[in-house]
């Protein structure tokens, strides 16, 4: 008697050959079959890529055409009646203004008629207070000292407009420059991995939207630009202009003839890059350096005296009590 004969768990042979077959078979099947079932990973998560960026740019020319379709407010509507009748359009048409309010985050369609608006009003707001308020607080003046305090008000409500927006304007290029080291290092690492430019855009808006937003709006409007403008190099050039700053003039260089000659853009974003880096660290090397002659005019004021009194107070106060 064999051992297949007796199996211990109640197959016999014929079943045990019949099973062995059945696995090889489908073994066999499975090998042919599965390289032509198996998904394609890089076409699939190219068709994704290639899906979301179609979607950011309808979102985005969507976006464009709501701008554009937004009516004036009755505010707005006020405002621009008020500049017309005064016949100071051209105030409010003027391409510096437009282009400082818009590198001062101020993009809307109403921002050149606001502005405009609050530099004819705030002279004479602040004129007709400064008037009142001498009279009020002020009644021994004279009419002379009331109307130089009116004149007064006058050129601070003339200034502060100008003064707010220049501040708007350096701050929200110094944000930028503290971010661009990183945003170019992260299109440096897109360029090189094989992205397009204006897939290294939206990534580098993605990716910098809550460390930097301001970065990441920026690049958002150039991929925004790069998809919907037919001139690349309108797009390009309106960075730079949105900016103001030479570095991001050099971007738009460095971009330009990267398209127009074939150079690598990896290599002259990089360059930018550490020359960026090394313009903050000689910036603050000078702040450090400076640091010890701004703070002598303090030490002498606020902690010289303290110093001699802690020393001195109890040789004094000694002296006083023996000459009682």
Avoid at 13 to 28: E, G, K, N, Q
Avoid at 29 to 54: E, G, H, I, S, Y
Avoid at 178 to 206: N, Q, W, Y
Avoid at 255 to 276: D, F, H, M
Wanted: with cysteine; glycine share 6%; charged share 20%.
């Amino acid at each position: 008697m064999s051992l297949f004969e007796n199996w211990e768990f109640g197959f016999d042979l014929p079943t045990v050959i019949i099973c062995v077959a059945f696995i090889a078979a489908f073994a066999s099947v499975m090998a042919v079959a599965t390289p032509f079932l198996q998904n394609d990973k890089f076409a699939a998560r190219r068709k994704a890529v290639a899906f979301k960026r179609d979607e950011l740019q309808i979102q985005q020319r969507e976006g464009f055409n709501s701008r554009r379709r937004l009516q004036p407010t009755r505010s707005e509507s006020a405002m621009r009646n008020v500049i017309k009748q005064l016949r100071l359009g051209d105030m409010m048409e003027q391409k510096d203004l437009k282009r400082r309010l818009i590198q001062g985050g101020y993009r809307t369609s109403s921002a050149p008629v606001t502005f405009t608006f609050v530099r004819l009003a705030m002279p004479i707001a602040l004129g007709v207070l400064a008037f009142f308020y001498s009279i009020s607080l002020f009644p021994d003046w004279t009419w002379k000292g009331k109307l130089m305090a009116a004149l007064f008000g006058i050129a601070l409500g003339y200034l502060l407009p100008n003064i707010f927006l220049t501040n708007a304007v350096q701050k929200r290029q110094k944000i930028l420059m503290r971010a661009l080291p990183d945003a170019l290092d992260l299109m440096v690492i897109c360029v090189e991995s094989g992205m397009s430019i204006e897939a290294a855009f939206t990534k580098v808006s993605e990716e910098m939207a809550e460390s930097a937003p301001l970065m990441a709006e920026e690049m958002g409007l150039t991929a925004a630009e790069l998809a919907y403008l037919g001139d690349r190099r309108s797009a390009y050039e309106n960075l730079a202009e949105r900016t103001g700053l030479p570095t991001f003039r050099s971007l738009t260089t460095t971009l330009l003839q990267s398209e127009k000659y074939g150079t690598p853009i990896a290599t002259g974003l990089r360059v930018i890059a550490q020359e960026n880096r090394d313009a903050r660290l000689n910036a603050a090397e000078k702040k450090a350096a400076a640091l010890p002659a701004q703070l002598t005019v303090p030490m002498i004021i606020f902690f010289l005296p303290v110093l001699f009194i802690v020393i001195a107070g109890p040789a004094g106060i000694q002296v006083a009590e023996l000459m009682k």
